[in-house]
């Protein structure tokens, strides 16, 4: 990380594709990343970070280690700093692989903002930005672009409905989320 930059974003659990903009952080040597290091705990500085994203990580943990997690980044993070979420929709096969740990629907992120309702609740800490369903992956290229871009309008319409009837059109593929840090 350079010394002149002051605003550093960071991807967690980056793999083999940090996100443009970001500086990569992940468990493995094989990944892409610049900074390796293990989850819950982040190798930064109190309140020196503008944002994190992690694309497809946070399944990988029980609820938890991601109460941990999300602590870490709250204690890294400037006040009023981001953290962008996506994963895999509890709807999406790809959801019940077997080293997934944490399943995710469109009310998850109520759990770990100020409106939380779980048991563990850390509210206080962040507030939810907005949250959004994805039928099929962000980066789709395949046939019918129209169809994707309807249904993406569709279930986001009335989510909690189309979540319940989401086994009839394939399942809901992620869900994108942000959670900013709320200044003390
Ligand atoms: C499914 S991959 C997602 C990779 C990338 N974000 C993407 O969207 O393609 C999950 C990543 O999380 C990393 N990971 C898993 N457990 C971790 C931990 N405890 N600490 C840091 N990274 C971890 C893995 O090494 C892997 O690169």
């Known amino acids: 990380m350079e010394k ?10 980056c793999g083999l594709a940090p996100e443009p903009g970001y500086v990569g952080f992940d468990i493995k040597r094989t990944s892409k990343a610049a900074i390796i290091g293990r989850l819950p705990h982040l190798p930064f500085k ?9 694309r497809h990580v946070l399944e990988h943990f029980f609820s938890e280690d991601i109460f941990d997690i999300l602590r870490d980044v709250s204690r890294c993070l400037k006040p009023n700093g981001e953290f962008l979420i996506i994963v895999p929709h509890g709807t999406n096969p790809l959801a019940s692989q077997i080293d997934h740990k944490s399943y995710w629907s469109y009310n998850s992120p109520l759990t770990i903002t100020e409106d939380g309702l779980h048991d563990e609740w850390i509210g206080g800490i962040f507030r939810l930005e907005y949250r959004k369903l994805f039928w099929m992956k962000q980066d789709y290229r395949g046939r019918f672009p129209w ?3 309807f249904m993406n309008w569709m279930i986001n319409t009335s989510p909690i409905v189309m979540e319940r009837l989401s086994f009839h059109f394939g399942g809901i593929y992620e869900m994108e989320f942000k959670i900013r840090k709320i200044a003390t």
């Open 4 to 13: 002149h930059q002051t605003k550093i974003f960071i991807d967690i659990g």
């Open 46 to 54: 109190d309140n020196s970070i503008q944002g994190f994203r992690a």
């Open 147 to 149: 169809l994707v871009k």
